[in-house]
């Protein structure tokens, strides 16, 4: 008797397993899921002189989000060290909406040059 429902339990967590969303926590957003008024709001009042340009900054925001912590790092640097804040703070911004889970990455790196690492 308890083998039969162990075995329905162990079946049961295959079903849940392979019918389980195809996007993880960690997935990219696309483009219809992220949230573009919000994004676009929030852009404007930290750069009102600045231009939201959706396409261009889901792009950039997808390319940071693939980058490994080591990549991440060594362009927060670059930026840092070009006096490039902005850019950094606009790319977390975008990370935030595209790919939330991954914002560590940048955050972590931020850390770590702001501590002379």
């Given at each position: 008797?308890?083998?039969?429902?162990?075995?329905?339990?162990?079946?049961?967590?295959?079903?849940?397993?392979?019918?389980?969303?195809?996007?993880?926590?960690?997935?990219?957003?696309?483009?219809?899921?992220?949230?573009?008024?919000?994004?676009?709001?929030?852009f404007r009042r930290a750069?009102?002189?600045?231009?939201?340009?959706?396409?261009?900054?889901?792009?950039?925001?997808?390319?940071?989000?693939?980058?490994?912590?080591?990549?991440?790092?060594?362009?927060?640097?670059?930026?840092?060290?070009?006096g490039s804040n902005g850019?950094?703070?606009?790319?977390?911004?975008?990370?935030?909406?595209?790919?939330?889970?991954?914002?560590?990455?940048?955050?972590?790196?931020?850390?770590?040059?702001?501590?002379?690492?």
């Amino acid at each position: 008797m308890f083998t039969k429902i162990a075995l329905a339990a162990v079946a049961a967590g295959c079903v849940m397993a392979c019918s389980a969303p195809a996007s993880a926590p960690d997935a990219l957003k696309t483009k219809s899921e992220v949230n573009q008024q919000a994004w676009g709001t929030e852009f404007r009042r930290a750069y009102p002189n600045g231009n939201f340009r959706f396409d261009a900054l889901y792009d950039q925001a997808v390319e940071h989000c693939n980058y490994s912590a080591e990549e991440m790092a060594k362009w927060v640097a670059l930026n840092h060290d070009k006096g490039s804040n902005g850019v950094i703070d606009a790319t977390r911004m975008g990370m935030s909406y595209v790919c939330p889970a991954r914002v560590s990455h940048i955050d972590q790196a931020i850390t770590k040059v702001d501590d002379g690492n």
